[in-house]
């Protein structure tokens, strides 16, 4: 087995971990935190339907749109509750709905396609850099939180989307072109994509590990 092979193979015992974790901890999570155990479990159940197509030699990328589907509208949700009381809040349903529209009337469910648009998912990746960028702006803004950002659950949420779709936004945009330029380079492309994507959920596992701050953020305010 090589190099590549291993590290595809091995990008869902991550997913698979966290999923275990959410399970064990469901109880005892909060509502953002469930939303990601959620997203966790479907997450899966994709990937193990993906991998049934590919066992038996047919294409699976029309299972992307809806992955993506699924993945920003509970990301999304999550960052509702993260950013309030920011406005952008308050429109973050409107905007999941806008997408879900597009999604449903660009949809084709063709099972004879080895490609896939990557619009959908680069505007995923767009939208969710910038909901993570703008929590860790609120998270660290002054005045000084003094209490661990490794006790945040959305600051281990937001480290591994920035690592994860940054990376991907680029992937997402060249995939097809790849696919056709050069069979190793598309492999390679998309053993990237695995490795981006096994730190993600490893990211995941610990958000849904960490235990958060009992009391309210103490602040350093300014003379």
Known sequence: MSVQEFILQFST????????????????????????????????????????FSSHHRPNLFLAPIDTAIELTLLGLMYRRALRPLAMARYLPLGIGLFLLGTVLSYSP????????????????????????????QLLQPPITMA??????????????????????????????????????????????????????????????VTPRPAPLARVTQS
Do not use: K
């Not at 966290?18 to 064990?24: E, F, K, Q, S």
């Not at 063709?110 to 910038?130: A, G």
């Not at 490794?150 to 994860?164: C, D, K, Q, T």
């Open 13 to 52: 015992v991550p997913l698979v971990g966290a999923c275990v974790v959410g399970l064990l901890r469901y109880r005892h999570l909060e509502t953002t935190r469930r939303y990601l155990v959620w997203l966790s479990w479907l997450a899966l159940l994709v990937t193990g339907v993906a991998a049934w």
């Open 110 to 137: 063709r099972l004879d396609t080895v490609e896939f648009s990557p619009i959908q998912h680069f505007i995923e990746s767009v939208v969710v850099l910038i909901l993570a960028l703008l929590y860790l702006r």
């Open 148 to 209: 661990p950002l490794e006790r945040e659950p959305m600051f281990w949420v937001s480290a591994g989307a920035i690592l994860y779709f940054a990376g991907n936004s680029l992937i997402f945009l060249t995939s097809n072109l790849t696919l056709f330029h050069s069979r190793e380079l598309s492999l390679t492309v998309w053993t990237v994509h695995a490795l981006l994507y096994s730190f993600l959920n490893g990211f995941y596992i610990v958000a849904l590990s």
